[in-house]
């Protein structure tokens, strides 16, 4: 259901897209396609993890809020200073817990949220057949129990990820250009 916008930071002059949903639901493939199209800087969440987290997700073991809270301040931390030097950004970022989302809110970027969303079936699938990720397959239950459901929140925005991969990027460059104006205001010269 639509709502309000109230895209956090508005005054700021540097875009943040943030790609977020459990694993499987097509962040990182979604994200770089963006940054692509709008020419902005792609970064993947996973590429914050301390290693100790990454060997505990590929054992099947799930991060506790603890391990998860310096992972986030690291993420807002860097996007602070890609405010202070205008950097546009996309960003992959599982974005499972309302407290997390908040801490990006708090970088001080112009931000969206696209929520990536599919049943459990689509995204187990999804997960069993990708090749060569660090997290094991059997996390995905553990990521849907700690999804926090981010639908009232005004900068967040839903996007079924069951459509074609076309499909889905259209959807989310239709929002990102209806809601960042991004067609005028921050495409590169």
């Known amino acids: 259901m639509p709502h309000p916008t109230a895209i956090s930071n508005p005054d700021s002059s540097t875009n943040l897209i943030i790609l977020m949903g459990v694993s499987g639901s097509g ?12 020419g902005y800087d792609y970064l993947d969440g996973d590429d ?10 590929a054992q099947g073991l799930p991060l506790t809020d603890e391990m998860r809270l310096p992972w986030v301040i690291r993420m807002r931390d860097y996007f602070r200073d890609a405010a202070r030097n205008h950097q546009h950004s996309t960003l992959a970022f599982s974005g ?20 990536l969303h599919s049943d459990r079936s689509t995204i187990q699938t ?10 094991a ?14 639908s009232l929140e ?10 074609s991969f076309d499909q889905v990027l259209a959807n989310a460059i239709q ?15």
């Open 27 to 38: 962040k990182s493939s979604i994200a770089k396609a963006l940054a692509e199209h709008y």
């Open 48 to 57: 914050f993890h301390s290693q100790e987290s990454r060997d505990r997700m």
């Open 96 to 115: 499972l817990k309302r407290v997390h989302r908040d801490e990006l809110r708090k970088a001080g970027t112009k931000t969206i949220f696209l929520f």
């Open 126 to 135: 999804r997960v069993n057949q990708r090749a060569g990720h660090f997290m």
């Open 137 to 150: 397959p059997s996390l995905v239950d553990s990521q849907f129990d700690s999804l926090e459901d981010p």
């Open 154 to 163: 005004a900068d967040v925005f839903e996007i079924n990820v069951q459509a």
């Open 175 to 189: 929002i990102i250009d209806r809601e960042l104006h991004c067609q005028t205001d921050a495409l590169p010269a």
